[in-house]
């Protein structure tokens, strides 16, 4: 519901109870016979698949990557509510680390009014903020790898995954790569957590060392995959399921099932633009919370 508010005052709307400075400024930039994606685009985006996202972004600690003046200008990773933030966002913090929230439409358009275009949430949820509520493994391949290897990286991650008693679902980042994500309950604090999230990465190191790597210096990258672990932890965030990324062609964080996850998969056609329209297929993590299992710690 995108209204024009005071005639005369053409450059303010409001949307969903929220006001809409600019509207037509572009966030990514025209080109070509691409008109760009304005802030009031942006908005629409979020109302078209807000039924479908807001269950994964409502109520979670967030960090968001705004950019004022559109992709090409400066990006912020903001965790704190700065002066000017609508009332829509608001800030919370466990054992020192501080986040960001939101919880419905509203809070969604704030977000698009103050130039938020990607929104990254902790793997635990807003009413326990110290217990994790899911896993993301976040590959990411080396330039130049055949986008085959993340395939099978992801296979192999969600075959690892089953031998822990762990279920699993994949997304795209956005970017040039997969995530999984596998939904958990656990009594395990941050800290042990991240520890079974690093020797998981680890075994696949070992277990591989030609295919996979663990540890994000890159001079052990070329050629291989990292297994980056680190998206887990107190503080740390994954892009969120539906966001879109700052990046040219408004991607978006998009949830896959696995059977699309297979060397033919173009993970740049996921974008602002194409995405509302796979909200009419079945919800590929349908099941995500049925398929929670409990993380224990390993035995050794
Ligand atoms: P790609 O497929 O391109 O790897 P990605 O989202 O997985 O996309 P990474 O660079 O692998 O990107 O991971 C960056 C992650 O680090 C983000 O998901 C974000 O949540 C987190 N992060 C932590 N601090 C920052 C920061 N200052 N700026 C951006 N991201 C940050
Ligand atoms: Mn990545
Ligand atoms: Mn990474």
């Known amino acids: 519901i995108v209204t024009a508010t005071k005639p005369g005052s053409r450059d303010v709307r409001e949307v969903a109870g929220q006001r809409l400075t600019h509207p037509d400024r572009l966030l990514w930039p025209n080109q070509g016979s691409d008109p760009g994606v304005s802030k009031a685009d942006l908005a629409a985006y979020w109302q078209a698949v807000a039924e479908r996202a807001l269950p994964e972004i409502a109520d979670r600690p967030l960090a968001l990557v705004r950019c004022p003046d559109g992709i090409e200008g400066e990006h912020f990773f903001q965790k704190h509510k ?14 020192g680390a501080p986040f960001l929230a939101l919880s419905d439409m509203a809070g969604l358009v704030a977000a698009t009014q103050i130039g938020a275009i990607e929104l990254h949430g ?11 509520d899911r896993l993301v493994f976040d590959l990411d391949p080396a330039e130049d790898l055949p986008f085959e290897r993340s395939v099978e990286a992801a296979l192999e991650v969600r075959r690892r995954l089953k031998v822990a008693g762990l279920e699993c679902y994949p997304r795209t980042s956005g970017g040039k790569g997969l995530h999984v994500v596998a939904p958990i309950t656990t009594q395990m604090d ?21 295919l996979f790597v663990s540890s994000t210096r890159k001079t052990r990258r070329t050629g291989r995959i990292l297994i980056d672990w680190l998206r887990n932890g107190l503080g740390s965030t994954a892009v969120a399921s539906y966001s879109p990324r700052a990046r040219p062609g408004a991607p978006v964080a998009t949830p896959l099932s696995w059977r699309e996850v297979t060397p ?9 633009r194409t995405v509302p329209a796979r909200l009419r297929k079945a919800d590929p993590w349908l099941d995500f919370d049925r398929d929670r299992r409990e993380l224990k710690p390993t035995k050794k």
């Not at 902790?122 to 994790?132: E, F, I, K, R, T």
């Not at 941050?190 to 030609?210: G, H, I, L, T």
């Open 190 to 210: 941050w800290d042990a957590v991240r520890a079974w999230c690093r020797s998981f990465a680890e075994s696949m190191e070992r277990d591989a060392p030609e």
């Open 82 to 95: 700065t002066r000017g933030m609508p009332d829509a966002l608001r800030e919370g913090s466990e054992d």
């Open 264 to 272: 033919k998969l173009d993970i740049k056609a996921f974008s602002i």
């Open 122 to 132: 902790w793997g635990s949820p807003g009413s326990d903020p110290a217990h994790a």
